[in-house]
């Protein structure tokens, strides 16, 4: 398994600018969750889908923030219009649907707004 | 509102001794909690995980232990090597539903 593959690994865009993050989960898990890390906040939970259906998006910071999983295998992270503040690494993580069930984490994708 | 939090930011070790990473959480109703290794320019890599109603769970050179009566969990790193240096986060998470992190630790394993 190649497990959760996150696209772009790295973003560099200007700020006003429309940002697309992508993640496959790994085939076979129905939960995906998307994060943001940064040195002031750590690892924040954004928003995280249950077979494909968004559970708990209280931790998208603000309406430029939106994001969608039309499939089982694919799930994007838009950001529309970008700011310097958004600038962190976003990591997609994936997991089985099975009672208490581990994470498993993309490499992420390292934002720069400038 | 409720959330996981770290004691120590940064930790010190001696290769080949033993390493503790503490962590506190606050809500109770917690059942499930998982440790994480992330090193630099990766993912956080599962570790090892304890259900809520176990207090003691052992994996290869790590052991984690669950105090529930004070909130508390712990991850112990036996003879600890350079490639344990990473930051280390504890998660929790209720009833199968989202997961939350805490502020992470620094291991520096010094030579």
């Not at chain 1, 994060?35 to 968004?54: A, C, D, K, S, W």
């Not at chain 1, 931790?59 to 994001?67: I, K, V």
């Not at chain 1, 799930?75 to 498993?104: H, M």
Request: a neutral charge; aromatic letters at 10%.
């Amino acid at each position: 398994d190649a497990g959760v593959i996150q696209s772009p690994r790295h973003e560099v865009t200007e700020m006003g600018q429309e940002v697309t993050l992508r993640c496959k989960p790994i085939s076979g898990h129905n939960s995906l969750f998307w994060y943001r890390q940064t040195m002031m906040r750590g690892l924040e939970l954004l928003i995280y889908f249950n077979n494909n259906v968004p559970i708990d998006d209280s931790g998208m910071p603000e309406d430029r923030f939106s994001a969608k999983m039309p499939n089982a295998s694919f799930s994007t992270l838009k950001i529309q219009p970008s700011e310097p503040r958004d600038s962190a690494v976003y990591f997609c993580a994936s997991r089985s649907g099975a009672t208490n069930e581990k994470l498993f984490f993309g490499s992420g994708t390292q934002l720069s707004v400038l | 509102g409720e959330s996981v939090g770290l004691h120590l930011p940064t930790l010190s070790v001696q290769e080949g001794d033993n390493s503790i990473i503490n962590c506190a959480y606050s809500n109770s109703a917690s059942d499930y909690f998982i440790w994480y290794k992330q090193e630099s320019g990766k993912g956080p890599q599962f570790i090892i995980d304890i259900r809520s109603n176990m207090d003691k769970r052992q994996g290869q050179r790590v052991t984690v232990l669950l105090n529930k009566t004070v909130k508390h969990l712990s991850l112990q790193i036996a003879a600890t090597q350079p490639g344990d240096s990473a930051v280390y986060f504890c998660a929790e998470s209720f009833a199968n539903n989202d997961m939350r992190f805490g502020a992470g630790t620094r291991l520096t394993v010094k030579p």
